[in-house]
């Protein structure tokens, strides 16, 4: 039977048979970004990837967990990552591994469109929709960059926590509008009273030129209210307004740093259009992946997460 050893938090633990591993990633011990190795191999490899039957929903040894995703998060640094080097681990990840992340963005914007152009109501089943299908995108591109095993069906996953997705995704957008116009409301006075002073052409300047606070207050809360279903995905016990404070602390001082990754696939986008579309079925998978990374880097490092966690199951020399 083959010995293997594990990497966890710079050290290393084994030799251990399978059902060994198994119970340690049901215990949430072993995770997919941790090393294994055995006899064998020409190096260390991430467990998600030597091992991808054990980190999906339903796997022997697999439990479930207060979220949606099957693998738990990673460390990270705090967000210290630069914007450069997520996308570039972006890039490693789905090399050689197109062909799922393409058709799951494809299922996604196919199942957003024919909602969105029913006679009458599209609008209505897009905005009942909105919420469990972004939710499960991010569990499948969460899923996806830590190494575990996705599926088509986790697009609708995000029904598992309907009332929690769709009520985070209609606060965000009513908050974010309201700070929005609360912004812009010197701006829309001027407006007005341009429109009521015939011949005032100056005055409909300055009240443009004033409603653009408003939307800059509007990117601002956008991008501090970006994590909440992520957040979620990765605890769904969290309430509406739970998820979005956290989101809310967690972006503190890293607005700006989302605000510029966002801008680097500007110029994709551009060439996409240039494709009539076809690009995006790149694009899509890669922004996601790399939003996903963003996210996970967010986390604490090991050693944050030991310094703040006394009971953390690694503490000891041993794990057997």
Same mark, same amino acid.
């Given at each position: 039977m083959t010995q293997w050893y594990c990497g966890i938090q710079g050290q290393q633990y084994g030799p251990v048979d399978e059902q060994v591993l198994r119970d340690w990633i049901a215990e949430g011990r072993l995770t997919a970004n941790d090393s294994v190795w055995c006899d064998g191999m020409g190096a260390w490899r991430p467990a998600g990837e #030597? =091992?991808?039957?054990m980190f999906h929903a339903g796997a022997p040894g697999?439990? @479930?967990m207060s979220g949606l995703v099957p693998v738990s998060p990673p460390s990270g640094t705090g967000g210290a990552t630069?914007? @450069?080097e997520l996308t570039a681990q972006a890039r490693r990840l789905l090399d050689g591994r197109w062909g799922l992340p393409i058709g799951f963005c494809l299922l996604a914007g196919l199942i957003s469109f024919v909602s969105g152009i029913l006679p009458y109501i599209g609008w209505i089943p897009q905005l009942i929709l909105g919420g469990p299908l972004e939710l499960g995108v991010i569990v499948f591109f969460l899923t996806f960059n830590r190494g575990g #095993?996705?599926?088509l069906?986790?697009?609708f996953v995000g029904f598992k926590? =309907?009332?929690q997705a769709l009520g985070t995704y209609l606060l965000v957008a009513l908050l974010v509008l309201a700070w929005t116009l609360l912004g812009a409301s010197l701006g829309i006075v001027v407006m007005i009273a341009a429109g009521a002073v015939a011949g005032e052409p100056f005055l409909l300047l300055v009240g443009v030129v004033l409603i653009l606070p408003g939307s800059i207050l509007g990117i601002v809360k956008q991008l501090a209210y970006s994590q909440a279903m992520f957040l979620i995905a990765d605890d769904g016990n969290l309430g509406c307004m739970d998820a979005i404070s956290m989101s809310v602390q967690l972006m503190d001082g890293r607005k700006a740093k989302l605000f510029c990754l966002g801008l680097r696939f500007l110029g994709w986008a551009l060439l996409c259009i240039l494709t009539l579309g076809i690009g995006f079925l790149w694009l @899509?998978?890669?922004m996601n992946v790399t939003f996903a990374r963003f996210y996970d880097d967010l986390q604490p490092s090991r050693q944050a997460q030991q310094a703040g966690d006394a009971a953390n199951p690694y503490a000891s020399s041993s794990m057997t």
């Open positions: #030597q =091992f991808l039957d697999w439990r @479930a630069p914007n @450069a #095993q996705g599926d069906g986790m697009l926590k =309907f009332g @899509a998978p890669y």
